[in-house]
């Protein structure tokens, strides 16, 4: 299977071409995919019902965040792993530097091999280009 690719007309917004339009490939996502869904069809490869499944990934958020919250790196297997990170802004001496200096932490995801391997090998089919239909109204000559 292969990700949708739609071209867009962007502006640059920074560098040597920033203020030029240029075209850019955007990914076009499908669907969302709810919790139950996605449990249902993990169940359908397992003996857990979607209900059980339901419970663990919902008891695994309350697990990461608490793991994360503490410091420590979770490895998830094959998934991957995360981390909190967070840098500061600097201070000139040792003694000047505060904890309100380090900025927002953020979750920091490595992926595990098979979603390594799913990333390298992804394909992507470019969408044909939608020409806009013009109402027949649109068409007619405008008296001035």
Request: aromatic content about 4%; some cysteine; hydrophobic content about 40%.
């Amino acid at each position: 299977m292969a990700l949708k690719v739609h071209v867009v007309k962007r502006t640059v917004p920074a560098g040597e071409d920033a203020g030029k339009e240029k075209y850019f490939g955007q990914v076009r996502l499908n669907e969302c995919i709810p919790l139950e869904k996605f449990s249902e069809r993990i169940s359908s490869n397992t003996t857990a019902t979607p209900a059980d499944v339901e419970a663990v990934l919902n008891s695994l958020v309350v697990v990461l965040a608490e793991n994360l919250d503490n410091g420590n790196i979770i490895d998830l297997g094959a998934l991957g792993r995360m981390r909190l990170t967070a840098g500061s802004s600097g201070a000139d001496t040792e003694e000047a530097f505060h904890c309100r200096m380090m900025r927002r932490p953020r979750v920091v995801f490595t992926l595990g091999s098979i979603l390594k391997n799913t990333v390298r090998d992804v394909k992507f089919e470019r969408l044909p280009v939608k020409v806009k239909e013009v109402p027949e109204e649109c068409n007619e000559p405008h008296a001035l």
